[in-house]
């Protein structure tokens, strides 16, 4: 079993910048394919960034790309979020997902393909 422990949310306004982090228990944080996905008062939980095992490939939703980015320290056991220029429109709980241990060496986008998700941490973002 995996569990995951987000932290570093808060207010911030707008133009400023927060970094998120995402802890792991488990021996297999090494072999899992992570995640980040928020979700706004009222709507549905969206995808946000993601990172493959080895951290060499990521990707990231169009509304952030350009001002967030994703990293893992796999001797950590932690992946980050680093979200700069930030918006009210990022208002949300950011949650992180990671998937079962797998040799697949590609990134995840879908939420059905993580079994594993934080609690989240609430960002809020004033104009």
């Known amino acids: 079993q995996v569990q995951l422990v987000e932290s570093g949310g808060g207010l911030m306004q707008a133009g400023g910048s927060l970094r998120l982090s995402c802890a792991a228990s488990?021996?297999?944080?090494?072999?899992?394919?992570m995640g980040w996905f928020r979700q706004a008062p009222g709507k549905e939980r969206e995808f946000v960034a993601t990172?493959?095992?080895?951290?060499?490939?990521?990707d990231y939703a169009d509304s952030v790309k350009g001002r967030f980015t994703i990293g893992r320290d796999n001797a950590k056991n932690t992946v980050y979020l680093q979200m700069n220029s930030l918006k009210p429109e990022d208002t949300a709980v950011y949650y992180c997902?990671?998937?079962?241990?797998?040799?697949?060496?590609?990134?995840?986008?879908?939420?059905?393909?993580?079994?594993?998700w934080g609690q989240g941490t609430q960002v809020t973002v004033s104009s």
């Open positions: 997902a990671a998937t079962v241990a797998t040799t697949y060496s590609g990134v995840v986008y879908s939420s059905r393909g993580y079994n594993y």
């Open positions: 488990g021996r297999t944080f090494s072999s899992s394919v």
């Open positions: 990172i493959s095992r080895s951290g060499d490939s990521t």
